[in-house]
């Protein structure tokens, strides 16, 4: 099962984690991004594994009340 | 000494917050930002929308120009756990402590949920947040956020986006009265600058604004407005109120007016 980012379906980085897939997504910075909701500090993405079905979110800056 | 809004031992000249939200451009925003003179601005954590790379990209780097200290929202989160980590995700982003705690409870008025806030409230105190939560004007709800180590509250005045102004006068009224010592910040609801000026009258201790400006008809004129009358609220205030009279007064000296002989009237009197 791939992996779930933003709502979109996309395939399981080489090595599974969170840092490989972010390379290889180059979102624009800046952002912060959670896990199954959880929030995922910058500091662990190369330790985070990711698992078929994992959804990630990526967030950035946008403009709010 | 200058009269300050100190948010959790920040000192700011200005008493607006401003919403950055619902501009028709981010150029005009930028210039309502001047207008206005904010404390701070409201930003918010949205994933990008297809195609909206540039856009979003756009916002911020303008924004950023604009130089002034954010206050990152958790708006539209309806739990406990998503107001958390959309906390957490913002004060790693936006590099702050301070949130706009929302936890909204109905969909339809937007309005807080007091039982999710205040559990969201004492678990972000404890990570070190300084947490502003967007509250309803209830008493014991505001004193539990206080225990709970929210140094600021957010009380609304109507429900967000609506521009209707102060709904409950007396409870925010009484919630000044009640909390003299807590900064009270007036979110939400409010549509002109005079429902501004009224609760700065009260002694509200600022106001956060967004709809009324960024949908004005000339949303640059509309926050200077704004600017102006929080100035001349906030005046009022310090200056003392007069108190309110049941009867007239004349203001004018009756001592001493024409067509009147107060000799005579005495004269008349003692006779009697």
Redesign the interface.
Known sequence: MPLIV??HTTPMPDPPTLEILLLALE??R?????RN???V??SIYHQCELMDGDRI????????? | MQDTLTLYGRSFTSRILLGTARYESPALLVDAIKAANPAMVTVALRKQIEGGAKAGESFWQILRTTNRELLPNTAGCNTVKEALNTALMARELFETDFIKLEVIGDEENLQPDPFGLVEAATELVKQGFRVLPYCTDDLVVCRRLLDAGCEVLMPWAAPIGTGQGPRNPRALRELRQRLPDVPLIEDAGLGLPSHACQVMEWGFDGVLINTAVSRAIDPVRMARAFADAVEAGRSAYLAGPMPVQELAVPSTPEIGKPFWDEAARFAVQETT
């Open positions: 933003n709502g979102p624009q800046p952002y912060a991004v959670a909701d959880e929030f500090p910058r979110e990526i967030v950035h800056p946008s403009a709010g009340g």
